[in-house]
């Protein structure tokens, strides 16, 4: 893939998506936005270009008078090294650390990150979804990647400020 996306193409077109959900009086408005984070996870172009979208949809919809109500949170999924992303369950040590030494470092009363565990029947299902939905990106890579990442059993989100 030689194309990289345009954030600010991405940001509109989302903000297009939610302005016509707020039209057919669909849910309440977007309060948590969910991307990668400015790594990519695996620095890839597309990966890095959501995060740029993510951050100027919240930066733009601050500055519109009608959103401020709804103020969005932006959190992003954190990337980590490369032996890290490879441990699978076994990351949950070293992440737990992170949360130990990041909580000492900000301070009770800073946003607090999220973390996410699959218990290994939903592992398996997201391996199969994967393998199934997307057949023509399986390389030899992707069988090491589904079988041993750690985003497959555990996902860190931190709160972003836009």
């Not at 299902?125 to 890579?141: I, V």
Request: with cysteine; glycine share 4%; aromatic share 10%.
């Amino acid at each position: 893939m030689t194309a990289k996306w345009d954030p600010h193409r991405v940001s509109d077109t989302l903000a297009g998506i939610l302005a016509v959900s707020r039209q057919q009086q669909a849910p309440p408005p977007v309060d948590i936005l969910i991307t990668f984070d400015r790594h990519g996870v695996s620095a890839h172009p597309n990966h890095c270009a959501l995060y740029d979208a993510g951050r100027i949809f919240v930066q733009q919809k601050q500055r519109g008078s009608a959103n401020r109500d709804y103020p969005t949170t932006l959190y992003t999924l954190k990337s980590t090294s490369w032996f890290r992303k490879y441990l699978s369950v076994l990351d949950l040590i070293p992440t737990l650390l992170d949360v130990v030494m990041a909580r000492e470092a900000k301070g009770h009363h800073s946003s607090p990150p999220l973390y996410f565990t699959s218990p290994p029947v939903r592992v398996r299902l997201a391996q199969s979804a994967m393998t199934r939905a997307h057949q023509s990106q399986m390389r030899w890579f992707r069988w090491g990647w589904i079988m041993m990442s750690r985003y497959m059993v555990l996902n860190h989100l931190e709160p972003e400020s836009a």
